[in-house]
């Protein structure tokens, strides 16, 4: 009788923790503490516009936090909400100076990385895993954020990292009082924020643009998820085939459908870290628009026509003509303002917002430097989500 009762007992406790959200694994070392923090993002927004990106979409649905002493990992917590994790609360771990707390956000196999248990990983394992560009993370909510904080020092009983001053008892230490920790986006995003067709008066007679879609191009297909530089990897992916040139990647998937998609106000891509080095085989970003070329709204080419456009650069042997924008890069006349500007690389949390004003057709090789004709200027202004605003013309 006592054996049925403890092992009903048994399975009740089971039971109650298969209901709790918060998963926390036994700590590997002896414990004497306990740690709680908190966590600064942008707040949350839902996305309106079908093909639009947000400024700050930070809404964080998984969050898991790692204590570590050197390599040890001493502590780690789980928390999931569908509401938004905000805080971690009583993390179990050891007293001692010189701890490090890490968090990882909305880090799972829909987010582009493995289904990758942190438990018992080393800070190095932790710190050299990678994730990819894939379908599911150009949803806002798949966004990878990750933070590292300054290491600290945890005292014997109940600690608290980054909240308000009084929180807790006299007893308690409260550690980066009022400084919550703050994580950032891995991801990058690119967008168009509109496109003004304004041909000049020796091309309108003779040829009408209206943009029909939007591509990234070139854009890198893995990347880091810690470090001071995130780029990794010569892999990219792109969202249309178009003719080879000097900016096309040796390792190239050019056939992504979800990196294509009806030109829209805002339409646009969230994209990965990423330097442009031709010398080491690391190519621009391109964002792109794209669509027919034709004599005028209601009439395409003759054949003739088109062999002449083809010709001239103008478009490919299907009209289509491809206008380019290299994000962030310096040169082809861009201006930029802010911060991050000009870099020939993307960076990490930043929104290169792209304006397109066209005054002549465009390229049939828009992975290729620009003719020298094309006057491209591009307005760049950086926040955070750090937003650059880049205006293009392309003459």
Known sequence: MKKTKFFLLGLAALAMTACNKDNEAEPIVETDATVSFIIKAGSPQRETEPNSLLDSDAKITKLTAMVYAGQVQEGIKTVEDADNVLKVEGIKCKS?????????????????????????KTLDQVKAMTIQLTQDNQSAKFLIMTGESNAFTIK???????????TGTTQDNLIETGNALKVTRVHAAMSIQNVTVTFD???????????????????????KIFGASLDFGTDYLGGVATTAAAYTPT??????????????????????ESVYQVGNNLRPTILCVYGKLKKTETQDFSQEELDAAVAAGYCDGNAITYYPVLVNYNGYGYTYT??????????????????????????NTPEGPLPEEANLNVNCEVVSWNVVNQSAIWN
């Open 156 to 166: 014997p009983g109940t600690n608290y990292y980054g909240y308000p001053a009084g």
């Open 338 to 363: 802010g911060e991050n500007t000009g870099l020939n690389k993307i960076l990490r949390n930043n929104h290169y917002k792209i304006s397109l004003t066209v005054k002549g057709p465009g390229t």
């Open 96 to 120: 001692g100076a010189n701890k490090v707390l890490v968090v990882v956000a909305n880090y799972d196999k829909n987010a582009g990385g493995d289904a990758i248990d942190f438990t018992g």
């Open 201 to 223: 008066p020796q091309y309108s007679s003779n040829y009408y643009f209206k943009p029909q879609n939007v591509a990234g191009l070139i854009c890198k297909k893995q990347s």
């Open 251 to 272: 390792s190239y998937d050019n056939n992504v459908s979800w990196l294509t998609k009806p030109y829209a106000a805002k339409a646009g891509f969230y994209i990965m």
